[in-house]
């Protein structure tokens, strides 16, 4: 206890004295607190989680160690209402006042609600959940796994309706325990080794309905990877109608029950058989029309003229080759007249602009030096001159010029 005396302290030993008085106090060893989470740290290389408690006027520093924190099946954040149960105390380094908390709930959600939704919008975000990544199912598999139970009801229902819609479907189990501390493991497990031997067609992987806690081994994010990645198109059936899980959205169908699953799986042999007797009878009905349109044309081509007469249609097609031959001989004759007529006409033109013909009555052409002499100023005495006539030519000396 400080004298009443004035007295010099160090820092440390004020903080030591404050934190005896805290720790000594009964009603601060174990305190319930409602507050709203802000500067949430959730240190990488410590494990321990740092942050602040506040509500409409106060605010206090709050600490979660690991071995405390990794207790807990959801992630805290910023703007959380949370209710905590810890220790108030003094860190005496930095002189802080600050809970210690041992266990923390949120405040008006479960905890475990919480954590679904939490790794529900982590794997929507990196697209486990996208329709583009989901297989198709096989049209007729001839082998289906099944991950569940050996015991539940879950397995007897989905193998009496595989037998009964169809019935050349093996059915392969898997047994796994669906709830339980090492339920995760196994169910991981399962879908592995279908997914790694393809020894299967299609799985179904479920079980019956349960309280959230008994269904919460399908909420696992290891689950929900190996389901992603199985290599087998995978059924979820968890639960009843109204359950939801995490293995449910990324599985490539969703089935609301575990007998939904097996109908999913496989299709209906009563029904198929149904449909063959339908398409046979449509099929037969096609050729019997087919067979019914060929006889009516072979009958045709047997009651043609052209078969029962032969000679008679070639003679009638010979005489109108004949009619045709006259119709030819016919217009060549009148093109050849036309053309005849019209080259005579072209001939009498070309003769009128003869030059022989205008030598023929009575003139006759001069050329010196190779040139036609049509003056004479083109000419010189002595000159030769060399002039044609219609039917010859004559070479002349110039002995004078007028």
């Given amino acids: 206890m400080i004298d009443a005396r004035p007295t010099v302290l160090t820092v440390t030993q004020l903080n030591n004295y404050v934190k005896r008085l805290l720790d000594g106090d009964y009603s601060l060893n174990c305190v319930f607190m409602v507050g709203e989470i802000s500067n949430f740290n959730n240190h990488y290389r410590t494990g321990?989680?740092?942050?602040?408690?506040?509500?409409?006027?106060?605010?206090?520093?709050?600490?979660?160690?690991?071995?405390?924190?990794?207790?807990l099946r959801f992630m805290p954040e910023d703007g959380m209402s949370v209710i905590v149960r810890g220790r108030v105390s003094l860190f005496e380094a930095a002189g802080a006042y600050q809970i210690y908390?041992?266990?923390?709930?949120?405040?008006?959600?479960?905890?475990?609600?919480?954590?679904?939704?939490?790794?529900?919008?982590?794997?929507?975000?990196?697209?486990?959940?996208?329709?583009?990544?989901?297989?198709?199912?096989?049209?007729?598999?001839?082998k289906v796994g099944i991950i569940t139970s050996p015991t539940g009801a879950a397995v007897q229902d989905i193998k009496n309706i595989l037998s009964r819609r169809f019935p050349c479907a093996e059915a392969i189990l898997y047994p796994v325990s669906v709830q339980g501390e090492n339920s995760e493991n196994q169910l991981v497990k399962a879908v592995n080794y279908f997914s790694n031997t393809g020894s299967v067609d299609v799985v179904i992987i479920g079980r019956g309905g349960g309280s959230i806690e008994d269904l919460w081994s399908f909420n696992s994010e290891k689950l929900?990877?190996?389901i992603y990645d199985c290599k087998v198109p995978i059924i979820s059936a968890v639960g009843h109608e109204t359950d939801f899980t995490i293995s449910d959205f990324v599985a490539d169908r969703r089935a609301e029950t575990p007998s939904a699953a097996a109908e999913m799986a496989v299709p209906d042999m009563a029904e198929l058989k149904k449909q063959?007797?339908?398409?046979?009878?449509?099929?037969?009905?096609?050729?019997?029309?087919?067979?019914?349109?060929?006889?009516?044309?072979?009958?045709?081509?047997?009651?043609?003229?052209?078969?029962?007469?032969?000679?008679?249609?070639?003679?009638?097609?010979r005489m109108m080759l004949d009619g045709t031959e006259i119709k030819l001989n016919s217009f060549a004759k009148t093109e050849?007249?036309?053309?005849?007529?019209?080259?005579?006409?072209?001939?009498?033109?070309?003769?009128?602009?003869s030059p022989l013909n205008v030598l023929a009555r009575g003139y006759s052409v001069a050329y010196s030096n190779g040139k036609i002499v049509s003056s004479s100023d083109d000419l010189t005495v002595g000159d030769n001159l060399n002039i044609d006539f219609y039917n010859g030519s004559a070479v002349c000396e110039i002995k004078e010029l007028k």
């Fill in 48 to 71: 321990h989680m740092y942050f602040t408690l506040k509500d409409e006027n106060s605010a206090i520093k709050a600490v979660m160690f690991k071995s405390n924190a990794q207790r």
């Fill in 224 to 226: 929900a990877r190996a």
């Fill in 336 to 353: 050849i007249q036309k053309y005849r007529h019209d080259f005579s006409g072209t001939v009498a033109k070309l003769n009128a602009l």
């Fill in 276 to 317: 063959l007797n339908s398409m046979s009878y449509e099929i037969m009905s096609i050729v019997r029309s087919m067979i019914s349109e060929s006889r009516e044309s072979l009958n045709a081509i047997k009651n043609n003229n052209c078969l029962k007469d032969p000679f008679n249609t070639i003679n009638i097609k």
């Fill in 101 to 142: 908390i041992d266990d923390m709930q949120p405040d008006g959600v479960g905890a475990l609600a919480l954590q679904f939704e939490q790794l529900k919008r982590k794997l929507a975000e990196e697209g486990l959940f996208d329709a583009s990544h989901k297989k198709s199912l096989p049209p007729f598999p001839e």
